[in-house]
């Protein structure tokens, strides 16, 4: 017999709601869905992995006009993104964004009431699984949007009328880009392109050649392109190891390396170079703070290689098909690179997925395992595949785990995360 007030000693079930529908069923969204609201709200990196489905979506049926709903980091994509319209930013009260002292109720009203305005057709709430859609797509129901598309772990009854059940991380854990794909086929929107987007306009070639110059960069050289920040700690590498890094590729490639930040990681990026040493300081350039977003893909763009902590710039290499070093911190596991050579770096640890932007072991012991000749070789055999065969958006995406570094890359080689455990 139980104790008094003790819950019962069963099993929990793996499904939350285990009696609800799996799914609303599959209906087409055909030529009258003609304004979509593409609802994504978290940062820069979660919108370009959301590129391929709102391709789909453009691609559904003639005459579709694309408006993104996003923050303050999401909307400055817009421009570089052919298949949106329009854009509408939103510092939603239920997303870590920064919010203002001067916040109030009224701004979330007259939100709802621009996009009663709006006219749309539709809406797809694209989300991670942790994250609920339900704010979102209350505010569009309220907002008067007939259709609303979301994966959704409970039943939502009428805040969506399309849905697919959330199966992550219980039963499966899929790529970022692979989930939003699913979702928008529940409404009929396929494409056979499925490669992240980004478009480099040509006046942010010329500038960013320009400002290369000025610091007597050859553009056209084989440079390394090296970013030390991420928005969480967790996610960074130290910058001594990228230091020692960069002084090793500046000396075994005599090719620029290009230090890359925003003008408040300009510190990070001075500790980097510091690390390097003085015998290689002429070749290591900082750009933090130097780059407009634009101006970032196009010296993206033309980069021989990118070493980078799992952060936006990883993302933007995906899209632009060039080759990749993540330092893969195992804060989730869907967020790897995309349809491009890349490797992938990390150590398995026991607290995997722990999804905290703070280190909550204090080991960082999935980034502090792999050693800077790891990086070092990997940037190097990524650079010699370059050489052997051109580069383009359909490459094969060889993947490598720190804990087999020295393993020869192979076009069959498994994910990055095949035989570690996803649910949490």
């Not at 939003?180 to 050649?209: K, P």
């Not at 021989?304 to 098909?321: Q, R």
Request: aromatic content about 4%.
């Amino acid at each position: 017999m139980n104790a008094p007030n003790a819950p019962l000693l069963l099993v929990q079930p793996m499904l939350a709601h285990a009696r609800v529908p799996d799914t609303s069923p599959v209906t087409r969204w055909g030529d009258e869905v003609k304004r979509i609201l593409c609802v994504r709200l978290d940062n820069l990196g979660d919108v370009l992995m959301t590129t391929p489905a709102l391709h789909a979506l453009r691609e559904g049926a003639p005459g579709r006009h694309l408006t993104l709903l996003g923050s303050k980091s999401g909307v400055a994509l817009a421009p570089f993104l052919d298949d949106v319209d329009d854009v509408i930013e939103y510092d939603a009260p239920w997303v870590a964004n920064p919010h203002t002292n001067a916040r109030t109720l009224a701004d979330d009203q007259q939100m709802q009431e621009r996009l009663r305005r709006g006219g749309f057709d539709a809406a797809v709430i694209f989300t991670v699984y942790s994250q609920s859609p339900l704010p979102a797509a209350m505010l569009c129901y309220l907002a008067g949007i007939p259709r609303r598309l979301a994966h959704c772990r409970e039943n939502p009854y009428s805040l969506l009328t399309d849905w697919l059940r959330e199966p992550e991380p219980q039963q499966r854990t899929r790529h970022e880009v692979e989930r939003q794909l699913d979702l928008v086929r529940q409404v009929g929107a396929h494409s056979a392109d499925t490669r992240m987007r980004f478009s480099v306009h040509a006046n942010d070639r010329a500038t960013l050649q320009a400002q290369l110059a000025a610091r007597g960069v050859d553009g056209d050289a084989a440079y390394i392109v090296l970013h030390p920040g991420a928005t969480a700690a967790s996610r960074r590498y130290p910058p001594e190891r990228f230091g020692k890094v960069a002084a090793r590729l500046a000396r075994e490639t005599r090719a620029p390396v290009l230090i890359t930040g925003g003008s408040s990681e300009r510190p990070l990026v001075e500790a980097v170079i510091e690390a390097a040493g003085p015998r290689v300081r002429k070749q290591l350039h900082d750009l933090s703070g130097a780059l407009k977003l634009g101006e970032l893909a196009a010296l993206i763009e033309r980069a021989s290689v990118l070493i980078s902590n799992n952060s936006g710039p990883v993302h933007l290499a995906s899209a632009l098909a060039t080759p990749v070093v993540d330092l893969y911190a195992l804060t989730n596991p869907q967020h790897t690179p995309w349809q491009t050579p890349n490797r992938v770096l990390f150590r398995d640890v026991e607290c995997r997925w722990c999804y905290r932007s703070v280190c909550p072991q204090q080991h960082h012991a999935c980034l502090l395992g792999v050693a800077p000749g790891e990086v070092v070789r990997a940037a190097l055999d990524l650079r010699a595949q370059a050489h052997r065969q051109p580069v383009d958006g359909a490459a094969e995406t060889a993947t490598q785990a720190a804990h087999e570094p020295d393993d020869a890359p192979r076009a069959d080689s498994p994910p990055p995360f095949t035989g570690i455990p996803v649910a949490p």
